[in-house]
């Protein structure tokens, strides 16, 4: 009833910047929080960073000064800037979100299929 698609991953430098984005389609009536993830083999998802539908966001230790997350609720749609990369943050980013459907009052929660991020040289 809902995707989440991402775009935007690659294979940066270290000190490069990437943009990701992620647009949610389908039995959209509301989003409510949306978040960016990550995971690398054999770890936990980590969550990286978070935005409400008001706009206030929170950001992981480790990604804080370097990461934007913003979000158009018109579109529904959820970016995450990430700026002076690092080997470490090489992961793949999922997108995550609370959607409310046109079905009914209570919010479901989704994914994306993740991109790939590499920060190599």
């Known amino acids: 009833q809902v995707q989440l698609v991402e775009s935007g991953g690659g294979l940066v430098q270290p000190g490069g910047s990437l943009r990701l984005s992620c647009a949610a389609s389908?039995?959209?009536?509301?989003?409510?929080?949306m978040r960016w993830y990550r995971q690398v083999p054999d770890n936990e998802r980590e969550l990286v960073a978070v935005v409400t539908s008001g706009g206030s966001a929170n950001y992981a230790d480790s990604v804080k000064g370097r990461f934007t997350i913003s979000r158009d609720n018109a579109l529904n749609t959820v970016d995450l800037q990430m700026n002076s990369l690092k080997p470490d943050d090489t992961a793949v980013y999922y997108c995550n979100a609370d959607v409310r459907l046109k079905s009914g009052p209570f919010h479901y929660n989704y994914w994306g299929q993740g991109t790939q991020v590499t920060v190599s040289s």
């Open positions: 389908g039995s959209v009536f509301s989003i409510d929080a």
